[in-house]
């Protein structure tokens, strides 16, 4: 069986085995990742891996998940995160707001 050297923060150079180590791919965001759980001090390390890493690890019979990232995740997004605040006055506005609310109590009431 094949053996892969890979190196542990902690512990160093570590040999594993290709069912001891997980590739996950995600072509779309453009990235990808391996980990391993050291047999040494048991850390769990995950590393980022390049086209190359990834290529050479499926050779040496690592399996590779595919995960499929969902493109709104891939948007860019500008400005401050909503907060509570901004919560609150959506509730306000939308309590504010007659035509909403009477559509929604009633679809509310119909349940």
């Known amino acids: 069986m094949t053996t892969i050297k890979a190196t542990c923060?902690?512990?160093g150079d570590v040999?594993?085995?290709?069912?001891d180590i997980h590739v996950v791919v995600?072509?779309?965001?453009?990235?990808?990742?391996?980990?391993?759980?050291?047999?040494?001090?048991e850390d769990e390390v995950t590393k980022s891996a390049d086209d190359e890493?990834?290529?050479?690890?499926?050779g040496a019979g690592v399996?590779?998940?595919r995960?499929?990232?969902p493109a709104?995740?891939?948007?860019m997004h500008f400005g401050p995160p909503i907060g509570a605040d901004d919560i609150i006055d959506?509730?306000?506005?939308?309590?504010?707001?007659?035509?909403?609310?009477e559509v929604l109590s009633a679809e509310s009431a119909g349940r």
């Open 9 to 11: 923060p902690t512990c």
């Open 15 to 19: 040999d594993l085995k290709p069912r």
């Open 26 to 41: 995600a072509p779309a965001a453009g990235w990808a990742t391996y980990s391993f759980t050291c047999p040494d001090c």
């Open 53 to 58: 890493v990834v290529t050479l690890l499926r």
């Open 63 to 65: 399996t590779v998940e």
């Open 67 to 69: 995960v499929h990232v």
């Open 72 to 75: 709104e995740a891939l948007e």
């Open 90 to 101: 959506f509730g306000l506005t939308l309590s504010a707001t007659d035509v909403l609310v």
